[in-house]
């Protein structure tokens, strides 16, 4: 019988509860890159009766954050307040995972509120594998030298250690939407001449960083097309979830766009799925499908139909943290509801 939305998924030992995940979401509100009460009652409300919640793009290094206000796990002072959140996450029967992170040229930001503009007090340099700003507006970013880029690397692995010893299920890798591996990654960005041209060199590595701390699943978030003509496309895409398939990663998250304000992006209800479904198909790895998917019936057909393994929820997880509960309730299967919450479902 083929899988359906509420149906548990097993990988490396971990068994998700469901197929619904919580998209990463940035939320601008920490300290230091030290998550807070708001990460706990974001997250944790969250956790409702969805398989697992993915915090936020969270920082490897203190210049890999977006904005002042993103959260961090370069230190071990952040390990202690994520132990909090996950231990919640835990509790409510859902598995906490964390998007592990570097925003490379698209860093040193304000938070969105503010304008998102380069930061003018506070700012940090900006790295990437080429000296091309990402817009008109950006600053103009660092090439990294080889040596680095080793430095880079190394603080990957570092930060998966604290990821362990905060009690994380999951790892997901952030190389989408522009950030410091999207960015090795598209040819719009990267005009090396090194070993690191080919943008899959770095990711490789980043990947064997991780991967010798980490011995869970490991997920890879990619923007699978570029949506500029002559950037990195869907083919692209496929032939990378070959190759990492043989690298220690399990699911490929198939999100898109980010690195080129001159993408052209075509929007509509689950306008990623057709990403994932075709990796799927074509490389055989797991695929994770996001953007636009609000239904519980949209999200079981995407699963049910093999689209995909996973869906990921975003907005329609702020609008209504208690999806997961209703989509139970919809879908004639068993919501996971809290005991304190009985008497309203
Ligand atoms: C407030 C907010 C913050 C986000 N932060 C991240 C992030 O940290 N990492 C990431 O990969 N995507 C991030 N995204 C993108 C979402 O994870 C998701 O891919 C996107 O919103 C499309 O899904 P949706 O239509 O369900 O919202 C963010 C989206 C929102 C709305």
């Given amino acids: 019988m083929s899988p359906s939305l509420f149906s548990p998924l097993a990988v ?4 998700f509860p469901n197929r619904i995940f919580v998209s990463p979401m940035c939320q601008y509100s920490a300290v230091e890159g030290v998550p807070n009460d708001w990460h706990l009652v ?3 409300a969250r956790s409702l009766g969805v398989g697992a919640v993915i915090a936020e793009a969270t920082a490897v290094r203190p210049e890999g954050r977006i904005t002042p206000g993103c959260t961090g796990i370069w230190s071990d002072a952040q390990i202690a307040p994520w132990a909090r959140i996950t231990e919640f996450i835990h509790g409510q029967g859902a598995v906490p995972g964390i998007q592990i992170a570097h925003a490379g040229r698209k860093a040193a930001t304000s938070v969105p509120w503010l304008g998102g503009a380069p930061l003018t007090e506070g700012a940090w340099p900006i790295v990437a594998p080429s000296a091309i700003p990402f817009d008109e507006g950006s600053d103009t970013p660092h090439e990294l030298s ?11 692995a570092a930060a998966t250690r604290r990821v362990k010893a905060a009690g994380f299920g999951f790892v997901e890798i952030h190389a989408a939407h522009g950030y410091l591996l999207n960015s090795f990654l598209s040819p719009l ?6 070993r690191y041209a080919d943008g899959r060199v770095l990711l490789l590595e980043v990947i064997a960083a991780v991967r010798s701390e980490w011995s869970g699943p490991l997920f890879l978030r990619v923007s699978a097309s570029d949506w500029v003509e002559g950037g990195w496309s869907i083919e692209d895409t496929v032939a990378l979830a070959t190759v990492v398939k043989e690298h220690g ?4 998250d198939c999100s898109s766009g980010g690195n080129s304000p001159l993408q052209k992006i075509v929007l509509g209800p689950g ?4 990403f994932a479904e075709r990796v799927r198909r074509e490389s055989g790895l797991a695929t994770g499908a996001v953007g636009m998917i609000t239904s519980p019936e949209q999200a079981d057909t995407i699963i049910r139909t093999g689209q995909a393994d996973i869906v990921l929820l975003a907005r329609e997880l702020l609008r209504n943290p208690n999806w997961a509960l209703h989509a139970a309730k919809a879908l004639r299967a068993t919501p996971r509801t809290p005991n304190q919450y009985l008497r309203a479902f």
């Avoid at 080889?146 to 990957?156: C, F, N, Q, R």
């Fill in 189 to 194: 960005s990267n005009r090396r001449t090194d």
């Fill in 271 to 274: 306008y990623q799925v057709a």
């Fill in 12 to 15: 490396r030992g971990v068994t």
């Fill in 146 to 156: 080889t040596d680095e880029i080793a430095g880079l690397v190394d603080s990957y």
């Fill in 42 to 44: 974001h997250l944790g």
């Fill in 249 to 252: 990663i399990d699911l490929l």
